[in-house]
């Protein structure tokens, strides 16, 4: 299941990349290209293809049914930090995070030292001393770093 999921995933990637980070596709034309359930396509979509990984994903159903995946441009990304915080929460976990901070990287949003440095200040490792709630403090230690990080980048 993990390979067709991974065929899937750089099928789509690929037409991103080609149609300059938006795309609309059939749910049934990609399932019939890899002979698998639409169900699989659900899978990756939701997945792979996530805000905390820098995509926006609007998909209807039914026979004009299709998927519209976009890849979020730096500024995009910018001015949708509030989207981003309220996608935080008021509690995450390390591998959410870990999705957030390698989107922003990978978008030029943050450097690879800041990268390192906030998964080190919200690493598990980090927060071990933390019996109770430490996706709560996990998750304001992230925003607080956001914040600091992408304030002069933002104008």
Request: proline residues 1%; glycine residues 8%; charged residues 30%.
């Amino acid at each position: 299941m993990a390979k067709i999921s991974n065929n899937i995933e750089e099928f789509l990637l690929q037409l991103l990349e080609e149609e300059e980070g938006s795309l609309e596709i059939q749910r049934s034309i990609i399932a019939k290209k890899f002979d698998c359930a639409p169900s699989q396509i659900n899978y990756v979509l939701t997945t792979r293809f996530t805000p905390y990984k820098g995509f926006y994903v609007e998909s209807r159903r039914g026979g004009g049914g299709f998927i519209r995946i976009t890849k979020l441009t730096i500024t995009e990304y910018g001015r949708k930090r509030e989207n981003l915080f309220n996608e935080i929460g008021d509690s995450i976990t390390f591998e959410k995070s870990q999705d957030i901070v390698e989107a922003l990287y990978e978008m030029g949003k943050i450097d690879e030292n800041e990268k390192n440095l906030i998964m080190a200040a919200i690493s598990n490792r980090s927060l071990c001393k933390i019996r109770e709630d430490r996706n709560e403090v996990r998750a304001d230690i992230l925003k607080n770093m956001i914040v600091y990080v992408l304030g002069g980048k933002e104008k």
